[in-house]
């Protein structure tokens, strides 16, 4: 038996937390979710915002589906995000997707099969599918009014989306069309019932639910601590307010709770959603932080502190709070699982994030509409394996820590 003179107590805990096989396995797939979550839509298939590119001709195909899309550039301009921004909001896609079964070039018209309709063809210009041109009356040499290209033979002008005369040729078209404009697309877990990407999505619910998670674990965890703080160091009537008040809401059921907030924020989104779910957790933090004090308040060194003159807030910062950190980061985890899964039914019940912003819930609301509809058991699959994985990751975690933190074990 190895003696604590020689380590510090946190190296045991790092030990017993490292030998626990389920713990690490939940850790991983939290620090992988993450990372996912941080790079967003760097790494995503669809990383245009809120994931809502797609086209209705291929809703609800199944995983591992391929498709060819044509796609057609935008009369519009759209502007090319920095790097950072389209780490936190995406970019704009400047083209319409159409997916279709072949092609074919015919002069400056592209003859397309549509996707799913065998023997329906579709005339596309080919000019108009590569090149945004200028939308309006248009004043320039060579031009007539409501002009806003000339083909001569292999040649042509066109006026573009800020009005410049531009010349190319045919061949340049066709080089640019095959490069850019056409496209074949794998959906590996299928497409949703708006013909979205069901990939992206998942990988930006991640991001939500995650980023939810987070911050209603720090409201909670900073009014649990402050409210058991004060009602477990200065008992008496402090006590009895804290108390009431924790009782109050400890009876009300979590969502109606997040409901009655909702309405009275007159608010409902991704912000409602961190405070709502926040104010509805820090009971559990604040009862376990007032037993925690109960028992170290009396204690040989508070004594001492006191005597020395240390103010009451410095005793409860500097001496009480570090002793208490074990069952504090333990709740936090099942915290953070019980954020994800009320962030998930309050999406469902359309009281959290809003259509077209994707999270898991919103996907489980979408295909329960679809339920009893080919092709529709993978929009309501995905996303509740994905709540699942992260709330029962969350919950080996939290049971590896409570483990390594419990003084019975420390030695062992």
Avoid at 113 to 126: A, T
Avoid at 211 to 235: D, H, K, P, T
Avoid at 377 to 390: E, G, K, R, S, Y
């Amino acid at each position: 038996m190895e003696m604590y003179s020689n380590h510090s107590p946190g190296f045991y805990v790092r030990r017993r937390l490292l030998s626990n096989i389920p713990a690490m396995v939940g850790l991983g797939i939290i620090i992988l979710s993450t990372i996912i979550a941080v790079l967003g839509y760097l790494i995503m298939p669809d990383s245009t915002p809120s994931v809502n590119d797609g086209a209705i001709q291929i809703q609800k195909q199944v995983p591992v589906f391929t498709t060819k899309l044509l796609k057609i550039r935008k009369n519009m301009e759209v502007e090319e995000e920095s790097w950072l921004g389209r780490l936190m909001y995406g970019q704009r896609s400047a083209y319409v997707l159409v997916p279709v079964e072949k092609y074919r070039i015919d002069g400056y018209i592209i003859e397309a099969e549509m996707f799913g309709r065998p023997g329906e063809w579709q005339q596309y210009d080919l000019l108009n599918t590569v090149k945004a041109l200028f939308v309006g009356e248009a004043e320039a040499e060579g031009f007539e009014s409501g002009e806003n290209f000339r083909i001569e033979g292999d040649k042509v002008r066109y006026i573009d989306v800020w009005g410049k005369v531009i010349e190319t040729t045919r061949q340049e078209l066709l080089r640019e069309f095959e490069e850019q404009n056409i496209e074949e697309r794998t959906f590996w877990l299928g497409t949703d019932k708006a013909g979205r990407d069901m990939l992206s999505r998942l990988m930006f619910g991640t991001r939500i639910s995650l980023s939810i998670g987070l911050l209603s674990v720090l409201i909670s965890m900073v009014l649990g601590i402050l409210m058991g703080a004060l009602g477990g160091f200065f008992g008496g009537k402090t006590d009895s307010v804290v108390m009431w008040l924790m009782s109050v809401v400890w009876s009300i059921p979590g969502v109606m709770l997040v409901i009655a907030i909702s309405l009275a924020l007159q608010s409902r989104g991704v912000w409602v959603a961190f405070v709502a779910v926040g104010l509805t957790m820090w009971v559990d933090v604040a009862r376990v932080v007032r037993g925690q004090i109960f028992g170290i308040k009396q204690k040989l060194y508070i004594e001492a502190a006191r005597a020395f003159g240390v103010s009451n807030g410095q005793i409860i910062y500097a001496h009480i709070l570090p002793n208490i950190s074990g069952p504090l980061i333990v709740i936090a985890t099942a915290n953070f699982a019980a954020a994800i899964l009320l962030e998930a039914g309050l999406s469902f019940l359309g009281l959290s994030v809003q259509p077209p912003t994707p999270s898991w819930g919103i996907m489980i609301y979408e295909g329960y509409n679809s339920i009893g509809t080919q092709n529709s058991w993978h929009l309501v699959a995905f996303p509740a394996l994905a709540i699942c994985l992260m709330v029962l990751s969350f919950n080996l975690l939290g049971n590896g820590l409570r483990d390594a933190y419990d003084p019975k074990t420390l030695l062992k």
